[in-house]
């Protein structure tokens, strides 16, 4: 088996729209079989919904729209959740058959 190579990718945007399709771009086009792939991303204030999820039921739109708060739909599944600069997120990129929660959990403590 081959070394797996491990890289920390920092988007230097912080906009929802941008990010979103980063991650998406990564996720689509990159080899993550032997190349595993932190991605750490802030974004300006948003709420970001689920796939599936209806957004006249996850969050106030008028509200939103009264703040110029955007309102982004990401491509995976999961909750509603508000981001600002105050908050981290991390997307990890790995195969399937080797995500590791305590694994991923350790990376973030010792970053």
């Known amino acids: 088996e081959r070394e797996v190579t491990k890289s920390v990718f920092m988007s230097q945007s912080n906009d929802i729209y941008a990010n979103l399709a980063l ?9 993550f079989s032997n190349h595993h792939v932190m ?10 919904i689920g796939r ?3 957004p006249w039921l996850e969050a106030n739109v008028p ?13 995976s599944g999961g909750g509603t959740v508000y981001h600002d600069r105050g ?22 403590k010792r970053a």
């Not at 991650?23 to 080899?31: G, I, K, L, P, V």
């Not at 991605?39 to 970001?48: A, F, L, S, T």
């Not at 908050?87 to 973030?108: A, D, G, Q, V």
């Open 52 to 54: 599936h999820q209806n």
């Open 87 to 108: 908050n981290l997120n991390i997307t990890f990129f790995t195969p399937r058959e080797r995500y590791n929660r305590k694994y991923n959990l350790e990376l973030i």
């Open 23 to 31: 991650e998406d771009w990564m996720y689509r086009n990159m080899d």
């Open 63 to 75: 509200f939103l729209t009264e703040r110029q708060i955007e309102l982004a739909r990401r491509n």
């Open 39 to 48: 991605m750490v991303w802030r974004n300006e204030p948003c709420v970001v």
